[in-house]
């Protein structure tokens, strides 16, 4: 497997966090989230690198899908500040938004247009230069460039989240936000994603992806983060963890 | 600005698009707004010498429910697939997506008016075609979109859309009811000379409610 | 301790505002149903205007106060905004309510019709929808949050909407030729004038009264929810530390 410079460095000292002199490219500080009566995120504190894999694990209701959505600036903080490449969500949620690609439960497509007239809408959204040629590149790299110009209603669930990781990407984002990516994926989605970690890690994108299984997690992460309760109780590079002990700890709760 | 109007016309070209392919909205909307003035036909005296006024009624109202239910679904169809977030992810001025929603309910409950404003002259024998009618369809239909778009995407993210949005607009949207309704009233009968105050009169609360909508949009669509 | 002693205090001053509006109330009502003269025309039917007029006056008031503490909530997002807009569309709700039964019955003798589609009437129904859908929204909206930014894009939007809507139906009236009879006479003797100004005042301490106490209710509303929130998060606490 490959592993992450810091991820070495890590191992290299016997899992003990040693200080690495580099800028993080996601910034949370004391983050909490409330809905009401509800507590759902609690002082979280945490900070993503460029090149980063992590693997955020938890519980239903552990608060991961509320941790992305903020990251992704379509849920406010309650508390506490976010900042992406520089920027703070609050602030700026504009430039955030443009370095963020997000593939959530639903695809965020439009069932009543084609693959490539999706991808189009999308690019032209995000003022993505030249069209055109990275249209092409992105239905090839989630081998749909056949189906191009089929609407996306005709698409098997497995179709539809490979052109949603395509959509996530198009604008190359430092930050891919994944929530359960592996869920309704087919054997060529798996591969897509596969192909696309590969390619976040090159140009030095950070990954964070929210999954259910464990397996998976383990394998594709170079750090893996445990929430329980809305805080973070485990924050570990995943070559040191050992899968049954953490599935006891996550089928605990 | 311009980078503004390109990502409208962008929002606008998708929800075309989609309409021209399912043709869902728009079918719905026509075939509703003709049924209602047909209805109208046996409910009011579309005879006698009140025939314009009552005929003029009859239009916007059947126009009114007909921009209802196309609001109501341009905005749910968003907010069902969950493509709305997709929207709101991206990296472009919340404004500037009210503004892509609320011309592409401009354009839809406009043709559904051209469209239907023929077959409403054959039925009732109106004189509608003058070009002053086409201003006031406009301006009439400016209003209804603006405040529609804004109460629209509110009652979509609540427990009982179909009741709410009704509820809402009406009463705000009662003086474009009675300024369209007046002003298309004199346009039939020929009587221009209070003609302007009405049209000035949907041009202002055009202008205003359009502002307003855009500049809450913003709070409206945060969680 | 600070809540409390806050709260002391508010209590102190709704409860000076209470007694300053009992007696204010009490005058006014003598003056307007003793010292001031029958209407030459209306009889005493004319006497309800002394607690219609300052009813309507609290009722767009209370409105007036709704769409400014809107723009103030959609602007700093701060929860206080919102307690003062929602205490004061409620207070809104009924006064307009009051509004309209008392205009009602007015309306009967002297107009021989309990309903007339003239633009204060009209305008004044429309105000009541229009806190109507104010209450509604915040109904089905969800969570605190929504249900504030909801009502107050209704708050803001209503204010604005009201003098267009007087002005619609004005126009649509006098347009339609009909025999509206003017409510407000020019020249009304002065004792009459002096009840009325006494009544306009005992209803605006009144609605300020109505204001520290709905107010209070409303923040109270709040701080359990909070309450609520901060036992949930010390239980949380208690499973993460275990």
Redesign the interface.
């Known amino acids: 497997m490959n592993v992450s410079p810091r991820a070495s460095q890590l191992l290299a000292s016997g899992g003990e966090a040693v200080p690495v002199p580099r800028v993080p490219r996601v910034k949370i500080s004391k983050l909490s989230k ?6 759902v995120l ?1 002082s979280i504190d945490l900070e993503l690198y460029p090149g980063e894999r992590v693997a955020l694990l938890g519980a239903n209701g552990a608060g991961k899908t509320t941790l992305l959505r903020i990251l992704a600036t379509l849920s406010r903080p309650t508390s506490g500040t976010v900042s992406i490449a520089g920027h703070l969500t609050h602030k700026t949620a504009q430039a955030v938004r443009s370095q963020v690609g997000v593939v959530a439960h639903q695809p965020y497509l439009y069932e009543d247009l084609t693959a490539e007239e999706n991808l189009r809408f999308f690019a032209r959204m995000y003022s993505v230069s030249d069209e055109r040629s990275r249209i092409d590149e992105i239905l090839f790299m989630v081998g749909l460039i056949s189906r191009r110009d089929d609407r996306v209603g005709t698409f098997s669930r497995g179709m539809q989240q490979r052109l949603a990781i395509g959509r996530a990407i198009l604008h190359k984002p430092a930050l891919l936000l994944l929530d359960e990516p592996d869920s309704g994926l087919d054997r060529e989605g798996a591969r897509v994603l596969e192909r696309i970690l590969g390619y976040q890690r090159t140009t030095e994108g950070t990954v964070l992806m929210t999954t259910h299984d464990l397996r998976f997690g383990l394998s594709t992460a170079d750090r893996v983060l445990l929430l ?4 973070i ?1 485990l924050d570990a590079p995943a070559p040191s963890l050992d899968e049954d002990e953490l599935d006891e700890r996550l089928s605990r709760r | 600005m311009r980078d503004g109007l390109d990502k409208i016309s962008i929002i606008v070209w998708k929800d075309l698009l989609t309409e021209i392919r399912t043709k869902e909205l728009f079918g719905g909307m026509f075939i509703f707004a003709v049924l209602t003035i047909i209805t109208f036909n046996f409910a009011f005296d579309m005879t006698g010498t009140a025939k314009a006024a009552s005929g003029a009624g009859a239009m916007w109202v059947a126009f009114n429910f007909a921009g209802f239910l196309g609001l109501g679904r341009s905005i749910s169809l968003e907010r069902d697939k969950g493509s709305f977030d997709g929207l709101l992810l991206c990296p472009v001025d919340r404004g500037t997506i009210f503004l892509g929603k609320f011309i592409g309910n401009l354009l839809f409950i406009t043709l559904v008016e051209l469209i239907s404003v023929p077959i409403f002259a054959a039925l009732f024998d109106l004189d509608v075609f003058q070009p002053l009618l086409l201003l006031a369809l406009f301006l009439g239909t400016l209003g209804f979109a603006a ?1 529609g778009t ?1 109460l629209a995407v ?2 979509a ?4 859309r179909e ?2 949005l009704p ?2 607009m ?3 949207l ?2 474009v009811v ?2 369209s309704v ?1 002003a298309t009233t004199l346009i039939l009968t020929r009587q221009t000379n ?1 003609l302007s ?2 049209l000035n ?1 949907l041009g ?2 055009d202008v ?2 359009l502002a ?1 909508s855009y500049a ?1 949009f913003d ?2 669509v ?1 969680e | 301790m600070i809540v409390k002693g806050k709260s002391s205090w508010a209590s102190g001053v709704g409860l000076v505002l209470g007694l300053l509006s009992a007696i204010t109330m009490a005058i006014g009502m003598y003056l307007g149903l003793v010292y001031a003269p029958e209407d030459a025309i209306q009889g005493n039917a004319q006497r309800i205007f002394y607690i219609h007029v300052p009813m309507a006056w609290v009722a767009f008031l209370a409105f007036g106060v709704v769409f400014l503490a809107a723009i103030m909530y ?1 602007w700093k997002r701060a929860l206080i905004w919102d307690q003062i807009a929602r205490s004061s569309a409620e207070i809104g709700l009924v006064f307009t309510t009051l509004v309209l039964v008392t205009g009602s019955f007015w309306g009967r003798p002297i107009w021989g019709t309990w309903w007339t589609w003239d633009a204060r009437l009209t305008t004044t129904l ?1 105000l009541w ?2 806190f ?2 104010y209450f ?2 915040r109904a ?7 249900a504030a ?2 009502s ?3 708050g ?3 204010f ?2 009201v003098p ?2 007087y ?3 004005d ?2 009236r006098t ?1 339609h030729p009909q025999a509206v009879i003017s409510v407000t006479s020019a020249n009304m003797p002065g004792q009459m004038v002096v009840a009325l100004m006494v009544c306009l005042l005992a209803f605006t301490l009144f609605y300020l009264y109505l204001m520290i106490q709905k107010l209070g209710i409303e923040r109270m509303k709040d701080q359990l ?1 909070d309450y ?2 901060a036992l ?2 010390r239980e ?1 606490e208690g ?2 530390t275990a």
């Open positions: 409330r809905y009401e009566r509800r507590g609690r329980e309760n809305g805080k109780v | 405040v804004l509110m009652a993210s609540t427990r009982s009741v709410l509820v809402l009406f009463p705000i009662l003086p009675i300024a007046r209070d105050a009405w009169l202002a609360y205003l409610f307003i809450v709070r409206v945060e | 959609l429309l929808f229009i109507l859908g509604m929204i089905y909206a969800g969570d605190r949050g929504r930014t909801y107050a894009v209704i803001i939007i209503g604005f909407d267009i809507i002005l619609s139906v126009w649509w347009l929810i609520q929130y949930s998060e949380a499973v993460t």
